[in-house]
């Protein structure tokens, strides 16, 4: 049981990732960023091709690299793409969204192969550590404490940084922001790019846990979405609550219920919407979206 | 908030067109009428395979229209539609196999299961509304789609429930290509024609009401709640009927019908289609079915990179759907949401 | 003396530590015309929505018609006959303004489900509504396309169409011009005599040439309740307006006439 937690952990903090970068751009533009998953394919590919030929530090920091700097690209790509339908409805930009996603994940299987990849830990990291007497990957103990190490980092930026303060503002109230004389467009952008890269560093740090392979970026994105549901939109907060609850009932939840193992994710989902719409620790928006 | 128009917006000559591009009546019966004409007439003129997509574009094409009378006329984006129409599948694969293969009784059936699906499942969802409501609309979508893959003494688990005999018509059996697609056309035209008049109707005023400004339409006096779980139903109960339509065509019902793959089609298709308008989500449906499964193919399996394509497009150069487009200057869409 | 309409007794609704109406109690009659005045944070717009059932009261009792109704939803005591506008425009952006007019009549009928639409006695009714307040013109007219006035016009229409007993107006004549502004007080003086009739209003003018009697709300409180005349020359609803030192009058003898 110990060792499903400590999975639920590891898990927790690859969705961390991912989800934060979803959640702020949700809350800010209230758009459905559907290419999410996708952008977790690039980067879980980026491992794949880069540490294929041999996995050291060298490519598996080259393909974390890589993978931000694509990550930021194609965030700002669909911030550009985004915002001349600022004033349509949301179904329309989640469409785009969607469809830019649909071509990025198809793309990466043309280019590649539908064969499921693994991709090996870095060397150091590819031992195991003994908990409660079983070996557990020795890896996913380091991205527990990377996961610890960013998301303390990311909190501070919010929290207490002039650009974070930007960025909840921009949050709770666009036009207000706007009204002081700043271009909200740029902070969308960042946001954007931003967060695409932490969903590419998503792909590349989980990459030793999921692999790549074609589909994933649905089930991921699927789990990214509820993550950030349950957290409360906009909040990197709810994003690290939220993950860190499905982490658990991916991992714990499924051992301990295992006939209702398909229905807890959705099951958990339904209830904390039904209870608390908001989510755990959603934001007030000061105007209607 | 819009300029002032000057009363030349207004058709003084022309019959008044509704908000939504719902043609005026003087002008829809000959055009549905000549466009009803034509389907039934193409089994003279197209090939097995070909009729077999062209009747899968007509239940997707129902499933959509029902899904539209939620996304577009109510204003609730929805993601249970797959749900619905997998209930409305299974339900008549089961008793075609087990109890009766009589078409109409499939049909009517299937339309039963899938409003006591939406009954039974929706009451949480009406609650909400926004990004809330389609996230709980997709996970009443997922719980389903596990539901089918779970329950395989009922549903045959995720090989789906295969051998469903044909249904038949009376002395008629819907065994070729030729007369499965006059029933699917034919069930298709009835669900359609019930989500139509739903929405020509005052119930349809008031679903559009709603969609507007609901807590408008509760100072007026309007039981909202009550309203917009009543279209819940109906939505998912003409889902259920599309569903009785493929297992007719096809004789083989698999989870992947309930799962996020149908139900994103579905949306899709309306948006693109143009939502509100009923028969433009039908031609939506046509666009990603043909994208997808026909010229998919020849793309070497590629065909999601053309969807993608395609709705990448389509959001820019078609802002009211196909309808919109087709509709021109006289359509003046529903409030955007 | 008829019974009254409308009775609020000792209403109070805080939020939070802040008590936005402070034990309110207010009496009125079939076919008043009573202004609801006050200076801004008074309580005027809580009043209205505890009158109207947007918000529920934290302590205290409404009656309408002699029915409780404390703890009735809006659309309820909407059937009952209590309609209202609101202060910013909210109307059906994609409807027309005889469309918009219609659902408020095929519920008034009980035709709200499902029964077809045609072209006839509810389509009629509609129209002769939208003359009553003049829009005739616009009858089929998206609301989206219509002018700040004329969809002030169309509220007010939504609102009547009802048939209601009691009808509540929310500063009805912002953001309106003195034409439109007159328009807006003739239509008031048309309305049935029956119908009772209560104004929150900013704009005092307006206020004195449309209502017979005032009440004068203060933080929270329900300061005066009495007629027109009475109100416009009292010296504490002054000191409520402009402070204690105050040196201008308030309220100008004689209202200025319409441009």
């Known amino acids: 049981m110990l060792i499903d937690i400590v999975n639920g952990l590891a898990i927790g903090c690859v969705l961390f990732i991912l989800a934060a970068g979803l959640s702020l751009v949700f809350g800010m533009m209230d758009v459905l960023n559907l290419a999410h998953g996708a952008v977790y394919l690039v980067g879980a590919y980026t491992a794949y091709a880069l540490t294929d030929g041999g996995i050291s530090w060298g490519t598996f920091l080259a393909s974390i690299g890589v993978a931000l700097v694509l990550g930021m690209v194609i965030g700002a790509g669909l911030a550009g793409m985004v915002a001349p339908l600022a004033k349509r409805s949301h179904l329309d930009q989640a469409l785009l969204t969607l469809g830019v996603g649909l071509v990025l994940s198809e793309g990466i299987v043309a280019v590649f192969d539908s064969d499921v990849h693994a991709v090996a830990a870095p060397p150091g990291l590819d031992g195991s550590v003994s908990i409660s007497g079983s070996p557990y990957p020795a890896y996913r103990l380091a991205l527990i404490g990377f996961g610890i190490l960013l998301a303390a980092g990311l909190y501070l930026l919010v929290e207490r940084t002039r650009t974070g303060a930007l960025i909840r503002a921009t949050v709770t109230d666009r036009g207000m922001v706007e009204a002081l004389g700043v271009d909200s467009r740029k902070v969308l952008f960042g946001v954007f790019a931003g967060g695409c890269a932490l969903a590419a560093l998503a792909g590349v740090l989980g990459s030793q846990i999921y692999g790549a392979r074609p589909g994933l970026d649905e089930g991921v994105l699927l789990l990214a979405l509820v993550v950030v549901v349950i957290g409360g939109l906009g909040s990197i907060k709810g994003a690290l609550l939220g993950a860190l609850l499905i982490g658990q009932v991916e991992t714990l939840g499924r051992a301990q219920l295992q006939e209702f193992a398909p229905f807890l994710l959705f099951g958990v989902m339904a209830l904390v919407l039904v209870l608390r719409p908001r989510g755990i620790a959603g934001l007030q928006k000061a105007t209607a979206g | ?337 | 003396m008829t019974a009254p309409l409308l009775e609020l007794d000792g209403l109070v609704r805080r939020f939070g530590g802040f008590c936005a109406v402070d034990d309110v109690s207010l009496s009125v009659e079939p076919g008043a015309r009573l202004g609801v005045i006050g200076p801004n944070g008074a309580g005027k717009s809580t009043l209205f929505k505890l009158i109207t059932g947007g918000l529920k009261p934290s302590a205290g009792r409404v009656q309408v018609a002699g029915d409780d109704v404390t703890g009735w939803p809006e659309y309820r005591r909407a059937r009952l006959g209590v309609a209202q506008t609101f202060q910013h425009s909210s109307l059906f952006l994609s409807l027309s303004c005889r469309e918009a007019v219609e659902l408020v009549l095929q519920r008034a009928d009980g035709s709200g489900l499902r029964v077809r639409r045609r072209r006839g006695p509810v389509s009629d009714a509609a129209d002769a509504m939208l003359e009553r307040v003049g829009l005739q013109e616009r009858r089929e007219a998206v609301t989206s396309s219509l002018s700040h006035g004329e969809r002030r016009q169309l509220e007010i229409a939504v609102a009547l169409a009802a048939e209601p007993r009691l009808l509540l107006l929310d500063e009805p004549s912002a953001g309106m011009s003195p034409a439109e502004t007159q328009r807006l007080a003739e239509l008031i003086e048309t309305l049935p005599e029956e119908l009772s009739v209560i104004l929150v209003e900013h704009d005092l003018d307006f206020v004195f040439r449309v209502v017979a009697d005032v009440a004068v709300m203060h933080l929270g409180q329900m300061i005066a309740r009495d007629s027109a005349e009475v109100i416009r020359t009292s010296e504490e609803v002054e000191r409520v307006y402009l402070g204690a030192a105050a040196s201008e009058e308030l309220f100008i003898d004689e209202p200025e006439p319409a441009a």
């Open chain 2, 1 to 337: 908030m819009t300029s002032v128009q000057t009363t030349t917006a207004i058709a003084t000559e022309d019959p008044p067109v509704d908000r939504d591009g719902m043609v005026d009546r003087r002008k829809t019966a000959p055009v549905a009428g000549a466009v009803l004409v034509l389907l039934a007439l193409a089994p003279f003129v197209l090939d097995p395979n070909q009729l077999n997509t062209l009747g899968r574009i007509l239940y997707y094409g129902l499933l959509a229209a029902a899904l539209d009378l939620l996304v577009g006329v109510v204003g609730l984006p929805s993601l249970a539609a797959a749900a619905y129409f997998a209930i409305g599948a299974y339900t008549a694969g089961l008793l075609a196999r087990d109890v009766t293969t009589f078409a109409p009784a499939l049909l009517l059936a299937a339309g039963a299961a899938g409003g006591i699906g939406a009954l039974a499942s929706g009451w949480v969802a009406v609650r909400s509304r926004g990004i809330f409501f389609l996230m709980l609309t997709l996970a009443i979508g997922e719980i389903v789609f596990q539901l089918t893959q779970s329950a395989e003494g009922l549903t045959g688990g995720s090989n789906g429930l295969y051998g469903i005999p044909a249904q038949e018509l009376g002395s008629v059996t819907l065994g070729g290509a030729a007369s499965k697609y006059w029933w699917v056309l034919t069930g298709a035209a009835i669900g359609f024609g019930l989500v139509w008049a739903v929405a020509r109707s005052s119930f349809g005023l008031t679903l559009r009401g709603i969609r507007d400004n609901e807590e408008r339409m509760r100072a007026i006096g309007y039981p909202t709640l009550r309203c917009t779980y009543a279209a819940y139903v109906i939505s998912g109960a003409v889902a259920g009927m599309a569903g009785s339509l493929l297992a007719a065509q096809q004789q083989i019902v698999t989870p992947a019908d309930a799962g996020f793959g149908t139900a994103v089609l579905a949306l899709v298709a309306v948006i693109i289609g143009g939502a509100g308008t009923l028969w433009g989500p039908v031609l939506g449906a046509a666009v990603v079915i043909l994208a997808r499964d026909e010229i998919g193919q020849s793309l070497d399996g590629h065909g999601p990179l053309l969807l993608g394509a395609v709705f990448i497009v389509s959001v820019y150069l078609l802002p009211q759907g196909i309808a919109g487009a087709l509709l021109g200057r006289r359509h003046r869409p529903g409030a955007a949401r």
